[in-house]
């Protein structure tokens, strides 16, 4: 099969550090061979987006999109968490 997207759900859910790094490299060599496709990555650690390249980030609260943004707003909620997008 040559799929056009990959839907990863919580794939760091569970692992310590040694393992969220082996399944980063495993996304990014996925991303390599399948320059062309889409992935989406659902997780509630920004931890393993920290180690890909990422072109759009959206933040979920209550089933709704709060905050579409790049790369940088992992930053931001690293910096500053998630409070500003419960309000």
Do not use: C, W
């Not at 060599?29 to 072109?55: C, F, N, R, W």
Request: aromatic share 4%; no cysteine; proline share 3%.
């Amino acid at each position: 099969l040559k799929p056009d997207l990959a839907i990863l759900d919580e794939p760091d859910s569970g692992l310590d550090v040694d393992a969220v790094r082996t399944v980063s490299k495993g996304i990014r060599e996925y991303q390599k061979i399948h320059p062309e496709g889409t992935m989406l990555i659902i997780t509630h650690s920004t931890k393993i987006l920290e180690a890909l390249h990422v072109d759009h980030v959206h933040v979920l609260v209550d089933g709704r999109i709060r905050e579409n943004g790049d790369a940088s707003l992992i930053d931001e909620i690293n910096q500053n968490g998630y409070e500003r997008f419960q309000k």
